[in-house]
């Protein structure tokens, strides 16, 4: 029984270009969610997601951050324009429907803008 | 809004020793879980233990046990025996609708 995959692991992207970074849940869980991890700190929470909708996105920045969870595929972190800030690890987890159950979460994905 | 925090960024052991790591939160709600969660240099997100807040009953995990006092809204990690195994970034994590997380502890173990 696969984790939650992410992928890339690594990611190396120009200022001005675009970031897509894929995570699938593990098998059985509906929800997904995305955290960022600056260096040194902890995991902020960016957005929660279930099949075709978008749950809680109070940690999304307004601008160039979208994600996705399609019926079909992994769920997508997009990331337009990026700059030097957005240098980071980005985590997704998925969790079942329990509130209870705690997090699986996927290896990261370090983007670094150069 | 839910906030956890983690007054110790750094915290030293030797091994076969026993170190407590603090967490506290915030919170308005009587019905939510409280995780604690390791990061070692890997930077895999390892979930270490779990607390049902309408339970009493501390949680135990093997070499680890929690301290939660309800009212204090307090809830610290116990590792006892620690090994060198251990040493790793600790966060503390409070779940309602989603999971927040505490700024972490940096646990060292010394041999």
């Known amino acids: 029984n696969a984790g939650v995959m992410q992928n890339p692991r690594h990611l190396v992207r120009r200022r001005g270009q675009e970031a897509r970074l894929r995570c699938s849940p593990m098998?059985?869980?509906?929800?997904v969610y995305w955290y960022r991890q600056l260096p040194e700190e902890g995991l902020k929470f960016m957005v929660y997601?279930?099949?075709?909708?978008?749950?809680?996105e109070s940690g999304m920045p307004k601008e160039r951050f979208s994600a996705e969870f399609p019926k079909e595929g992994p769920s997508i972190l997009r990331i337009q324009q990026v700059v030097r800030g957005d240098s980071a690890a980005y985590f997704c987890?998925?969790?079942?429907?329990?509130?209870?159950?705690?997090?699986?979460f996927g290896s990261g994905t370090r983007l670094t803008v150069v | 809004a839910q906030t956890v925090t983690q007054s110790q960024p750094e915290m030293s052991v030797q091994e076969a020793e026993t170190v407590t790591l603090s967490c506290t939160y915030d919170?308005?709600?009587?019905?939510?879980?409280l995780f604690w969660y390791k990061q070692p240099p890997s930077r895999q997100m390892i979930l270490v233990i779990r607390?049902?807040?309408?339970?009493?009953q501390n949680a135990t995990e093997n070499r680890f046990s929690v301290n939660f006092q309800k009212a204090a809204k307090s809830f610290s990690l116990k590792i006892s025996d620690s090994q060198l195994g251990d040493a790793a970034m600790y966060f503390c994590?409070?779940?309602?609708?989603?999971?927040?997380f505490g700024e972490g502890t940096q646990l060292t173990v010394n041999p």
């Open positions: 987890a998925s969790s079942p429907a329990d509130r209870g159950a705690g997090y699986t």
């Open positions: 994590a409070y779940r309602s609708s989603r999971l927040t």
């Open positions: 997601l279930q099949k075709e909708n978008i749950i809680d």
């Open positions: 919170t308005s709600e009587s019905d939510y879980y």
């Open positions: 607390q049902e807040a309408y339970k009493q």
């Open positions: 098998k059985g869980h509906s929800h």
